[in-house]
């Protein structure tokens, strides 16, 4: 049992360019997240899809879209990359949103130079 | 603005000792709390959550909910040195999202 999975674990891009986080659950949960964590931040939440078919922004979701592809699947794409997005990436799932407890993929450290 | 404030630390214990982690959250709608841990360069992994006022124990973990003051904590006896780590608060309404504070660092001296 995988649980959370997510690709890549570690990208750097160049300012301007584009890529996909991708991230996939098996444990057959509703609700999937995207979460950005930085130093003294703690996580802030990009985007969610409290279900398969819907997508909300968070509470930081300039620059970036998802697509909740299926039941398992949740990408995160930056179109134009900016260093300020320089951070750690964690998608995660639940069996659906508050109060059931979220489970966290190992996440992706993205640097933008 | 719904905040999860807790203090970044770092809190320093020494082994066998109790370790007092504290949060405090803005939203009284706030239902539903959990406790993540996280080592450093790893996921959050969750500890526990506790949704009714007062306490819940679960080995050497104990957390404690106060929604009059708005006040939620995590009590460790007998401390290890693995459990050294940071200690994330969240928070939440039914249906809502979770708002996370920054954490607290631990450090458990041998």
């Known amino acids: 049992n995988a649980g959370v999975t997510q690709t890549p674990k570690f990208q750097v891009l160049k300012t301007g360019q584009s890529m996909t986080l991708q991230c996939a659950q098996d444990m057959n949960h509703n609700s999937m997240y995207w979460y950005r964590q930085d130093p003294g931040m703690g996580l802030r939440l990009i985007y969610y899809?409290?279900?398969?078919?819907?997508?909300d922004k968070g509470e930081v979701p300039n620059g970036y879209n998802v697509s909740r592809l299926n039941k398992r699947e949740f990408s995160l794409r930056l179109e134009s990359a900016a260093p300020s997005q320089t951070s750690v990436y964690f998608c995660?799932?639940?069996?659906?949103?508050?109060?059931?407890?979220?489970?966290f993929g190992p996440g992706t450290r993205l640097t933008v130079t | 603005q719904k905040e999860v404030e807790q203090n970044s630390g770092p809190l320093s214990v020494p082994e066998g000792a109790i370790a007092s982690l504290n949060c405090t959250y803005s939203d009284r709608g706030s239902q539903s709390f959990f406790w993540y841990r996280q080592y450093s360069g790893k996921s959050p992994e969750l500890i526990m959550f506790i949704y009714s006022n007062g306490d819940k124990e679960d080995g050497r973990f104990t957390a404690q909910l106060n929604k009059a003051s708005q006040y939620v904590s995590l009590l460790i006896r007998d401390s290890q040195p693995s459990d050294s780590a940071t200690y994330l608060c969240?928070?939440?309404?039914?249906?809502?999202?979770?708002?996370f504070g920054p954490g607290t660092r631990l450090s458990v001296l041998p």
């Open positions: 899809s409290a279900s398969e078919g819907t997508t």
């Open positions: 969240g928070g939440a309404n039914y249906g809502q999202n979770f708002v």
């Open positions: 995660a799932s639940s069996v659906g949103t508050a109060p059931y407890e979220q489970y």
